[in-house]
């Protein structure tokens, strides 16, 4: 079966510090991987996609970028975070391939807090 | 532009009884894909169920169910025997057919308590 990982589960940064969270799927190849960031109390809202290694979507302008070195890894990055950054992250895959419609499967989230 | 809008903000609703959650959605495409997520507490965004706008049969999980109306572009969540561990926010969400970004379009979310 199929599981993901994403870390940390909290961070506490400064207004200007780097960010960087990862995250990586088990017991599948070349996933389709997401990141989505949730504002308080709400849905949530696509950040970046990739289909494949060195390939990356961005769906929403900001001071964020995503990074895949490996199959089924996935990072989050900010060289400079801002106030507004702060929020809950949440990684995800489904299965790649030219199908769409594949359902989407979330990990457990990171809590960013910039202060 | 696809919109997905749940008008129930809260809901209760005492354990064993069944609950139906709100949804409608907006788009211009005629086959895509629906889904219900749960969020307990822990935050960790769980698939309930999945609906393929192609098939007129209603998709069913164990007590959950849908009653999606096509025509009417609503897609609503009935939820039998409700249980203590139902408590979470539940979200309706789209994703188009074209292309394959996984580009998930959220409503904003219920809230169900589960009242024992």
């Known amino acids: 079966s199929q599981t993901i990982h994403q870390w940390p589960a909290t961070l506490v940064q400064p207004v200007g510090s780097p960010l960087s969270l990862e995250c990586t799927v088990e017991g599948t190849s070349n996933p389709n991987l997401y990141w989505y960031r949730q504002a308080a109390g709400r849905g949530l809202q696509l950040l970046f996609y990739?289909?494949?290694?060195?390939?990356i979507s961005s769906e929403v302008p900001q001071n964020l970028s995503a990074s895949r070195p490996q199959d089924r890894q996935f990072i989050l990055s900010s060289k400079k975070l801002l106030l507004s950054d702060s929020g809950f992250y949440l990684c995800?895959?489904?299965?790649?391939?030219?199908?769409?419609?594949?359902?989407?499967?979330f990990g457990e989230g990171s809590w960013l807090t910039v202060v | 532009a696809q919109t997905v809008t749940q008008s129930q903000p809260e809901m209760s609703v005492q354990e064993a009884e069944t609950v139906t959650l709100s949804c409608t959605y907006d788009t211009s495409e005629s086959n895509y894909y629906l889904f219900w997520y749960k969020q307990p507490p822990s935050r960790q965004m769980i698939l309930v169920i999945r609906q393929e706008a192609y098939k007129q049969q209603n998709a069913t999980e164990n007590r959950f169910s849908v009653n999606f109306q096509k025509a009417a572009k609503s897609f609503s969540l009935k939820i039998s025997d409700s249980q203590l561990g139902d408590t979470a926010m539940y979200f309706c969400?789209?994703?188009?057919?074209?292309?394959?970004?996984?580009?998930?379009?959220f409503g904003q979310g219920t809230t169900l308590q589960v009242k024992p």
């Open positions: 990739s289909v494949g290694i060195g390939q």
């Open positions: 995800a895959w489904s299965f790649g391939g030219l199908r769409s419609g594949n359902t989407i499967y």
């Open positions: 969400a789209f994703m188009s057919i074209s292309g394959n970004t996984g580009k998930l379009i």
